[in-house]
T-cell receptor, first 115, second 109 residues
Framework: KAGVTQTPRYLIKTRGQQVTLSCSPI?????VSWYQQTPGQGLQFLFE???????NKGNFPGRFSGRQFSNSRSEMNVSTLELGDSALYLC??????????????FGSGTRLTVV | KQEVTQIPAALSVPEGENLVLNCSFT??????LQWFRQDPGKGLTSLLL?????REQTSGRLNASLDKSSGRSTLYIAASQPGDSATYLC????????FGDGTTLTVKP
């Protein structure tokens, strides 16, 4: 079956611009989580969406936002980009049922470089 | 707040050696624990998922154990190969999963 698809794979943006990343989960998975990975901070949780609702949120500024569509695809938006936003952005999908007993499947990530 | 620690941060072994990676956590109220591997610049590949009610899981040369009472999980890799070289991360819970910083493994031919 198809895995988690993230687009685009690479992005170069200028400071002050905004960017939108996309994540298509595995068919049947209703939960999508987003993570930021940098060499200095490791993997940091951004937010999780389940059935079009944000279910959990990490400690990131309001410039980071997301949404989920009825087909479970999710987008993440970063406004007013800063150099420190350069990172690998990963999304993970799971069935997301109650009890949180599902494991995650990750996409290959989007490498964002802010110049 | 859940804190996850992985020791060692880096490990270099000769091919064929058996090895153990450690993951410790502070809050035992977890739903599951998942081990991943990550190759440089790539996404995370799931290796093993242990539900909170389970003690261990096995897949091929890999065996992961979970001891919630002591806040520990170990990933055992048997007969290591150069292709096992990667960063190994453990993650606790779901939704707002908490990741360790990983152990970078190098297996030398």
């Amino acid at each position: 079956k198809a895995g988690v698809t993230q687009t685009p794979r690479y992005l170069i943006k200028t400071r002050g611009q905004q960017v939108t990343l996309s994540c298509s989960p595995i068919s049947g998975h209703r939960s999508v989580s987003w993570y930021q990975q940098t060499p200095g901070q490791g993997l940091q949780f951004l937010f999780e969406y389940f059935s079009e609702t944000q279910r959990n949120k990490g400690n990131f500024p309001g410039r980071f936002s997301g949404r989920q569509f009825s087909n479970s695809r999710s987008e993440m938006n970063v406004s007013t980009l800063e150099l420190g936003d350069s990172a690998l952005y990963l999304c993970a999908s799971s069935r997301g049922g109650t009890g949180y007993s599902d494991g995650y499947t990750f996409g290959s990530g989007t490498r964002l470089t802010v110049v | 707040k859940q804190e996850v620690t992985q020791i060692p941060a880096a490990l270099s072994v000769p091919e064929g050696e058996n090895l153990v990676l450690n993951c410790s956590f502070t809050d035992s109220a977890i739903y599951n624990l998942q081990w991943f591997r990550q190759d440089p610049g790539k996404g995370l590949t799931s290796l093993l998922l242990i539900q909170s009610s389970q003690r261990e899981q096995t897949s091929g040369r890999l065996n992961a154990s979970l001891d919630k009472s002591s806040g520990r999980s170990t990933l055992y890799i048997a007969a290591s190969q150069p292709g096992d070289s990667a960063t190994y991360l453990c993650a606790l819970g779901a939704g707002k999963s908490t990741f360790g910083d990983g152990t970078t493994l190098t297996v030398k031919p």
